[in-house]
C-alpha cells in the first residue's frame, strides 16, 4: 500500500513538474481552436473573446497566427472565423493511422501465415520511415521488431515503394544531401538510388536487398487510398538464409504486392481503375 501510494505521488509531482515547461500563447491558441468544437461552425472576435475571457487585441494576433499557418480561415462574407483546410489535415491524419492500422492488421496475418515471415506497416513522416506495427512470425530466428522507430527512407523496401512515385523534386527533399552507408548494399549514389526508385516505380513494389541490416531481405509494397494518394507502405522481412530466387519471385513478391492490394481497396482505392 506504501509503495503504491509512493508511486501515485511520483506520477502527480512528474505531472506538476510539466506545467513548468507550458507556454501560455500556445495554451491560448489550442483553446481558441477547441473554441470551434460541436455546433460552433463560425465565430467572431468578440464572441471569441468573452469564451476565453482575452482581450479582443489578443485574440486577433492569435486569429492572424493561425490563419498565417491555414489552421484558421475567415469567411470574406461575415468577416467571421472558422477551421482551416490545416486542422481538417490534421484531424484526418490522425483518423488515417488508426483506420490504416485497423485495416492493415488482418490482412497482414493472413501474409504472415501464407508466408511464414514478419509484416510490417510504416509511413514516412518528417524525412524518416516509421514502423507503425508488425505482425511477427512464429519462428526461432526472426526479424527483430521496429515499431517505433525512425529509419531511412531510402535503405528500406518499404520507404522506397513510397518515395518512387513522388517527383525527383520531392524525392530531393526527402532525402539527406549524404546518404549514409548501413551495409555494403546501401545506396550511396543519389543516381544509382534513383535509377532503382524508378524501377521500383515500374514494377510497383521495391526489394531491399541487404541495404538496411547484413542477413535482411525486405520486400515492400504502397498503400493508397480513395484519393489514390500514397499513405503508407507494408513490407515483409526475411533472413537471407530462409530465403531464394524461387521463394521471392513466386512467393514473397505476389503475396505482398495482393495484400497491399487489398489494403488499399478497403480504403477506397480501385485498383485498375484509371484516375485523372
Same mark, same amino acid.
Given at each position: 500500500?506504501?509503495?503504491?501510494?509512493?508511486?501515485?505521488? /511520483?506520477?502527480?509531482?512528474?505531472?506538476? +513538474?510539466?506545467?513548468? *515547461?507550458? @507556454?501560455?500563447?500556445?495554451?491560448?491558441? %489550442? +483553446?481558441?481552436?477547441?473554441a470551434f468544437k460541436g455546433?460552433?461552425? /463560425?465565430?467572431?472576435?468578440?464572441?471569441?473573446? !468573452?469564451?476565453?475571457?482575452?482581450?479582443?487585441? !489578443?485574440?486577433?494576433?492569435?486569429?492572424?497566427?493561425?490563419?498565417?499557418?491555414?489552421?484558421?480561415?475567415? +469567411?470574406?462574407?461575415?468577416?467571421?472565423?472558422? %477551421?482551416?483546410?490545416?486542422?481538417?489535415?490534421?484531424?484526418?491524419?490522425? @483518423?488515417?493511422?488508426?483506420?490504416?492500422?485497423?485495416?492493415?492488421?488482418?490482412?497482414?496475418?493472413? #501474409?504472415?501465415?501464407? @508466408?511464414?515471415?514478419?509484416?510490417?506497416?510504416?509511413?514516412?513522416?518528417?524525412?524518416?520511415?516509421?514502423?507503425?506495427?508488425?505482425?511477427?512470425?512464429?519462428?526461432?530466428?526472426?526479424?527483430?521488431?521496429?515499431?517505433?522507430?525512425? #529509419?531511412?527512407?531510402?535503405?528500406?523496401?518499404?520507404?522506397?515503394?513510397?518515395?518512387?512515385?513522388?517527383?525527383?523534386?520531392?524525392?530531393?527533399?526527402?532525402?539527406?544531401?549524404?546518404?549514409?552507408?548501413?551495409?555494403?548494399?546501401?545506396?550511396?549514389?543519389?543516381?544509382?538510388?534513383?535509377? /532503382?526508385?524508378?524501377?521500383?516505380?515500374?514494377?510497383?513494389?521495391?526489394?531491399?536487398?541487404e541495404e538496411l541490416d547484413?542477413? @535482411?531481405?525486405?520486400?515492400?509494397?504502397?498503400?493508397?487510398?480513395?484519393?489514390?494518394?500514397?499513405?503508407?507502405?507494408?513490407?515483409?522481412?526475411?533472413?537471407?538464409?530462409?530465403?531464394?530466387?524461387?521463394?521471392?519471385k513466386n512467393l514473397f513478391?505476389?503475396?505482398?504486392?495482393?495484400?497491399?492490394?487489398?489494403?488499399?481497396?478497403?480504403?477506397?482505392?480501385?485498383?485498375?481503375? !484509371? *484516375?485523372?
Open positions: 500500500m506504501l509503495n503504491k501510494n509512493k508511486k501515485d505521488t /511520483e506520477k502527480t509531482s512528474k505531472k506538476k +513538474d510539466k506545467t513548468n *515547461y507550458l @507556454i501560455k500563447t500556445v495554451l491560448n491558441s %489550442l +483553446d481558441l481552436l477547441e455546433d460552433k461552425s /463560425e465565430l467572431g472576435v468578440s464572441e471569441l473573446s !468573452k469564451i476565453l475571457k482575452l482581450h479582443k487585441n !489578443k485574440i486577433f494576433r492569435l486569429l492572424a497566427t493561425l490563419e498565417y499557418m491555414g489552421y484558421i480561415e475567415q +469567411d470574406p462574407f461575415t468577416e467571421n472565423y472558422r %477551421l482551416g483546410l490545416k486542422s481538417l489535415e490534421l484531424g484526418q491524419s490522425f @483518423i488515417n493511422h488508426l483506420r490504416l492500422l485497423s485495416i492493415a492488421k488482418p490482412v497482414l496475418k493472413e #501474409l504472415v501465415d501464407k @508466408i511464414k515471415e514478419s509484416a510490417y506497416v510504416g509511413v514516412i513522416r518528417e524525412k524518416n520511415l516509421i514502423y507503425l506495427d508488425i505482425v511477427e512470425a512464429d519462428q526461432v530466428l526472426r526479424v527483430a521488431s521496429r515499431v517505433g522507430n525512425m #529509419l531511412p527512407v531510402y535503405a528500406s523496401a518499404i520507404g522506397k515503394c513510397q518515395i518512387a512515385f513522388e517527383s525527383r523534386e520531392n524525392i530531393e527533399k526527402i532525402l539527406p544531401e549524404k546518404l549514409k552507408a548501413f551495409t555494403k548494399n546501401t545506396f550511396t549514389d543519389k543516381e544509382k538510388l534513383f535509377k /532503382e526508385l524508378d524501377k521500383v516505380k515500374a514494377q510497383g513494389y521495391a526489394i531491399d536487398n547484413e542477413g @535482411i531481405i525486405c520486400i515492400g509494397a504502397p498503400l493508397r487510398d480513395y484519393t489514390t494518394h500514397i499513405i503508407g507502405g507494408i513490407s515483409i522481412s526475411a533472413p537471407v538464409i530462409r530465403t531464394t530466387p524461387e521463394k521471392l513478391i505476389p503475396l505482398t504486392v495482393e495484400a497491399s492490394n487489398k489494403i488499399s481497396e478497403k480504403l477506397g482505392y480501385e485498383i485498375g481503375k !484509371k *484516375y485523372v
